[in-house]
């Protein structure tokens, strides 16, 4: 369903000269799996998945979401993604449901449809209580979940999720990951971006290890915890970047 072929980006800078923000980093996830790029800020985590959801063009390398090339066919592959990015901005001024609806539009979907839609997607974020107020009034945790439901109104195959509990409080966290892997068993297909090794522990079939922009270690767990002769994972994450381990 996704796969990333030594993928390439690289950037001017007028000081450092070329960076390489992602340096040939190749992975494949298989349909109704997800996939965890785990990493630190400023591993390349957001700039690879950003390549796959047609946002920025790869330098170089390329690769293929829900069958269509990502640089031949973006259209295609933009109809079949649904993308969260990690820092998300919404229109203070429309409710919850104006949100979902703006999008629905944009994904092509009709009115009839777009209902639908938003009454599935607040059951299953738990979003009837405040689908109807202006998003200016919400918690982190609600601004999260209006920007998830956007992102799924059109039902997209592939989902492309950039740090999704970012700054949310506990329980807001546990509802999004007990969502995301209600989505694996719907069948869709997700790549589940974090540095939360928790997360990574109780959602990902595979995990890929990136630091400074390059793919250092992927496996399952069980396959990291017998190839690093550790169990805890940040223990793997800090052998793999290079760090010594933590007592």
Do not use: W
């Amino acid at each position: 369903m996704i796969e990333a072929r030594h993928l390439l980006k690289t950037f001017r800078d007028r000081k450092r000269g070329e960076v390489r923000a992602v340096d040939n980093v190749s992975f494949v996830c298989e349909p109704g799996r997800i996939y965890g790029l785990l990493g630190a800020n400023g591993a390349g985590k957001t700039t690879t998945l950003r390549m796959l959801a047609t946002l920025i063009a790869p330098s170089g390398g390329g690769a293929v979401v829900a069958g269509f090339d990502v640089t031949t066919h973006p259209a295609e592959v933009r109809a079949r993604v649904g993308f969260l990015a990690a820092s998300t901005a919404l229109y203070g001024r429309l409710t919850a449901r104006e949100t979902i609806a703006y999008f629905g539009r944009l994904n092509g979907l009709d009115d009839a449809r777009i209902a639908v839609r938003t009454a599935q997607l607040a059951e299953e974020l738990a979003m009837e209580d405040f689908l109807d107020r202006r998003v200016d009034t919400f918690s982190t945790g609600m601004k999260q979940k209006t920007s998830i439901a956007r992102t799924l109104v059109h039902d997209p195959e592939v989902l492309i999720l950039d740090e999704p509990t970012l700054g949310l409080d506990v329980m807001a966290a546990r509802g999004i990951v007990r969502f995301v892997r209600e989505c694996r068993a719907r069948g869709k297909t997700v790549i589940y971006s974090t540095h939360i090794m928790s997360e990574v522990e109780k959602l990902c079939d595979r995990v890929g290890i990136i630091h400074g922009g390059q793919l250092l270690a992927e496996g399952t767990l069980a396959e990291l915890r017998q190839q690093y002769g550790e169990e805890d994972l940040e223990e793997i994450f800090v052998k793999v970047a290079g760090g010594e381990a933590i007592a």
